[in-house]
């Protein structure tokens, strides 16, 4: 019992860190190009090594796909959003992302839970939010995941945003941020140095 409580308390703080670093000025982001499925596919293996007895499916973009991230942070919130996903699914959980035709990445975590009501959306991207306050402390939340990946989302240039899944009736959570940062500078042409 006294494992468990310091498990707990640890996750805690971590959270509380990591709220903290992304809250307080510019955290230190060490972007690169990411294969994006490589992120997708290892948060569905882990979540699956922890016997949920859930479905994950993932709809894998291309291999080839890659995007401008952070790898720490860009797992950190598809994990907090599968996370949210598979606590409150009743048995599927759907994981994707991509580009889109306007340039940004996305990540899109959907599952068949009961969803979330549209006028508690905004709110649940606050610090210690909770929709259901009995249920969220019986399965161990905190009410920071989800703002953890909202002060993501923001240092990445992007949003976060929920809905209802079209498909699977629960929640949909879709970050979207640019897909490249830095972009090339167009190659000028030589001219001749005037004589």
């Known amino acids: 019992m006294i494992d468990k409580d310091i498990e707990a ?3 805690l703080i971590d959270e509380i860190m990591t709220y903290a670093k992304l809250e307080q000025g510019t955290p230190s982001l060490d972007f690169e190009d990411i294969v994006l499925v490589e992120v997708l596919d290892q948060v569905a293996m882990e979540t699956e090594a922890l016997k949920t007895q859930k479905e994950i499916e993932l709809i894998a973009p291309p291999l ?14 598809v994990q907090n959003l ?10 599927k959980v759907r ?19 009961p969803g979330i009501p549209e006028q508690e959306r905004a709110r649940i991207f606050e610090a210690f939010a909770r929709l259901d306050d009995s249920r969220t402390r019986a399965s161990g939340g905190y009410g920071l995941g989800l703002s953890i ?13 929920v ?33």
């Not at 599968?82 to 048995?91: K, S, T």
């Not at 994981?95 to 839970?113: F, H, Q, T, W």
């Not at 209802?164 to 001749?192: E, H, V």
């Open 64 to 77: 080839a796909l890659k995007v401008d991230a952070e790898r720490r942070y860009l797992h950190r919130v």
């Open 149 to 161: 990946v909202s002060r993501i989302a923001y240092w990445f240039g992007g949003t976060i945003q």
């Open 82 to 91: 599968v996370g949210n996903a598979v606590r409150y699914c009743d048995n």
């Open 9 to 11: 308390l640890n996750t």
């Open 95 to 113: 994981i994707s992302g991509g580009i889109r035709a306007d340039g940004n990445a996305y990540v899109c975590v959907e599952d068949d839970g």
């Open 163 to 195: 809905d209802q899944s079209p498909n699977l009736g629960g929640a949909r959570f879709i970050m979207t941020w640019p897909a490249k940062r830095f972009k090339q500078p167009p190659l000028k042409a030589n001219k001749k140095a005037p004589s």
